[in-house]
């Protein structure tokens, strides 16, 4: 596992997702489709981050917030537990073990498909995207010109309440519980949007 970044609350903020290949701007469709076709993670198994997530005291709101500690894309877990709406995973390098909350009506999703959605068995390959925009995905950063697919792999999904489909051009996150941010794509690359790097 790369280094787990600490950032303070007062920095930039971002973060999230992908499998083998590089995407064109236009295939967000095939590349959830992807996912959907993957198996649902399992107890007891291992495997990798499909996007960084940030945990606060070691909990992560799949309302995706943006604060705290960055475990990043291709961090090894092991599903230690999955219940309801909750599900805990373990850091294989620290031994540190990680509590996933989700909020069914912020994702409109199972805690059984965000794992899915979370989770690879194999590890995502960042050969093909451009040199600053791996490095960005690996901090859990955005930055101008990311595809969707670059934004979902450094940032994760965005809520559903408030971006109910990936097709659409403006999406938003929360990086904190009462601050949104929202971001906008033109021809399918990132475009603007408020803290976005270039």
């Known amino acids: 596992m790369k280094t787990i970044t600490r950032f303070a609350a007062a920095a930039p903020f971002a ?27 399992e107890e007891g198994k291992e495997y990798y981050l499909r996007h960084g997530i940030w945990c606060e005291m070691w909990k992560y709101d799949a309302t995706n917030y943006a604060r705290g500690t960055l475990l990043p894309i291709n961090t090894k877990v092991r599903v230690e537990k999955m219940l309801g709406e909750t599900m805990s995973i ?34 995502i390959s960042l050969k093909g995207h451009e040199k600053e925009t791996a490095a960005a995905i690996q901090s859990g950063r955005m930055i101008l010109g990311m595809t969707k697919e670059e934004v979902i792999m450094a940032r994760g999904w965005p809520p559903a309440h408030r971006t109910p ?33 270039n």
Request: aromatic content about 10%; some cysteine.
């Open 15 to 41: 973060l999230l997702l992908a499998f083998c290949g590089t995407l064109r701007a236009g295939d967000i469709a095939d590349y959830v489709k992807e996912i959907e076709k993957a198996p649902i993670p």
């Open 90 to 123: 373990r850091v294989i390098s620290s031994s540190q073990l990680v509590w996933i909350r989700n909020r069914t009506k912020y994702t409109d999703k199972s805690m059984y498909e965000v794992a899915r959605r979370m989770l690879s068995e194999k590890e």
């Open 165 to 197: 489909s990936l097709d659409l051009n403006t999406w938003v996150y929360w990086p904190s519980r009462f601050v949104t941010q929202t971001i906008i794509f033109k021809d399918g690359k990132l475009a603007e949007g408020r803290d976005i790097g």
